[in-house]
């Protein structure tokens, strides 16, 4: 079992940044692939991020690419998400998930473990 906690969401105006973190407890927090996924109001939930379980590579949505970045720090069992020049088109609820070794580009079904999600709003 793995538990995940979100936190560091809020309201920001474009362009601000935000980090999120992801507290992560239970199972071999080094052997597992952490995801960032968003769901924005009456949509589906989408992929943001994820960092393979070794720390050796990330994957990206094309509409975050250049703005957020995933880390981990094994040592604290947290996963972070550094969100940059932030847009409206960003405001979601946020959900971090794990996926024991799992692959970068696997898709959400395949996520093992997902968090309550922690809510960022942009505003124009």
């Known amino acids: 079992q793995v538990q995940l906690v979100e936190s560091g969401g809020g309201s920001v105006q474009a362009g601000r940044s935000l980090r999120l973190f992801c507290a992560a407890s239970g199972r071999a927090f080094s052997r597992i692939t952490m995801g960032w996924f968003r769901q924005a109001s009456g949509k589906a939930r989408e992929f943001v991020a994820a960092?393979?379980?070794?720390?050796?590579?990330?994957h990206y949505t094309d509409s975050v690419q250049g703005r957020f970045t995933i880390s981990r720090d094994n040592a604290k069992n947290t996963v972070y998400l550094q969100m940059n020049s932030l847009k409206p088109g960003d405001t979601a609820v946020y959900y971090c998930?794990?996926?024991?070794?799992?692959?970068?580009?696997?898709?959400?079904?395949?996520?093992?473990?997902w968090g309550q999600g922690t809510q960022v709003t942009v505003s124009a």
């Open positions: 998930a794990a996926n024991y070794l799992g692959g970068i580009t696997d898709p959400a079904p395949e996520y093992d473990y």
């Open positions: 960092l393979f379980w070794t720390g050796a590579s990330t």
